[in-house]
């Protein structure tokens, strides 16, 4: 039997665990994302906040967005997340087809979580709408085998949805893609 999104502790074993480098190569999804320290990032799909804790030690004079639909992952990562470091932080309780992206975000990032979005179409166009000009979309997620959304079908949606590709990086991880693209002026 699988591990459901309701069990955060569980999850957490998984999502969190000290392997992760080698199964996802962390360190060359933050590295292709070019931090600043004052960035705004919504970390959509957050889950257990795994990539939302990293952010906000690279982003100590912006702010983090933790955003998941799941409520016991909202409860679970306001627990968190909860510590005085954890300041410039905001958990964010979303809706499967609508992100509910605050406004002032500069970069807009979903690991393991497009595929399981059932209405990308609309996904993507409350995306585009939440978002101001010049914000940047990172998805990584899934290819080969294991994929339930192609990269090739993730840069078509993007793209049909009104979105620019700025790159789209096969190689930098063992089974993941790196999705990088803007909204077309």
Request: with cysteine.
């Amino acid at each position: 039997m699988g591990i459901s999104f309701s069990e955060p502790q569980r999850l957490k074993e998984i999502f969190d665990a000290q392997n992760r480098e080698e199964w996802q190569r962390t360190s060359h999804i933050i590295g292709t994302l070019a931090l600043k320290e004052d960035d705004i990032i919504a970390d959509v799909g957050a889950g257990t906040g795994y990539f939302s804790n990293i952010f906000a030690q690279t982003i100590a004079g912006g702010k983090v967005y933790s955003i998941d639909c799941e409520p016991n992952m909202v409860a679970y990562m306001k627990d968190r997340f909860s510590a005085e470091r954890f300041a410039h932080m905001q958990v964010i309780a979303s809706m499967p087809d609508n992100p509910c992206i605050p406004s002032d975000v500069d970069i807009v990032f979903l690991a393991n979580t497009y595929r399981f979005i059932e209405r990308r179409d609309l996904f993507l166009q409350k995306m585009r709408e939440q978002t101001k000009s010049g914000t940047r979309f990172v998805f990584v997620d899934f290819k080969g085998a294991n994929a339930r959304v192609t990269p090739e079908m993730a840069r078509n949606e993007v793209q049909e949805a009104g979105f620019e590709v700025q790159s789209l990086d096969l190689d930098g991880c063992p089974d993941h893609y790196i999705l990088n693209f803007k909204e077309i002026q």
